[in-house]
């Protein structure tokens, strides 16, 4: 038995994926969201804002109130509408999903670190 290529098996997923329930439905969801400016701008600045603060954070810095403040009004508005909540749902889907095909990819090589 030949062994595959990984960079075959990884355009292979990357094709999967494409055509998976939850990049598709991430797609759909996006396409609403695009249809209005106000909730395109309010998902770009959200996921500016979040990065940043995870940035900081990982730097082991404190985010400014004002910044936190802004965060969380930016969540309220997007708790209240609906197409928003389901980006936000659907972006979660597919954030797990890869974080499970992470791990499994990343399988073999923690098996070389627990010998």
Known sequence: MSAANPYDQA????????RSEAVSQLREVW?????????RRTMERFRELSME???LQLEG??????????????LEEIRSHPTLQRYVEAEHRLSQMMN???RIVNAPIE?????
């Open 11 to 18: 355009d292979e997923l990357a094709r999967e994926l494409q």
């Open 31 to 39: 396409g609403e969201v695009c249809q209005n400016p106000d909730q």
């Open 53 to 55: 603060l995870q940035r």
């Open 61 to 74: 810095r404190r985010p400014e109130e004002a910044k936190e403040q802004e965060l969380n009004r930016l």
């Open 100 to 102: 499970d095909i992470h």
């Open 111 to 115: 098996e070389i670190y627990k010998k």
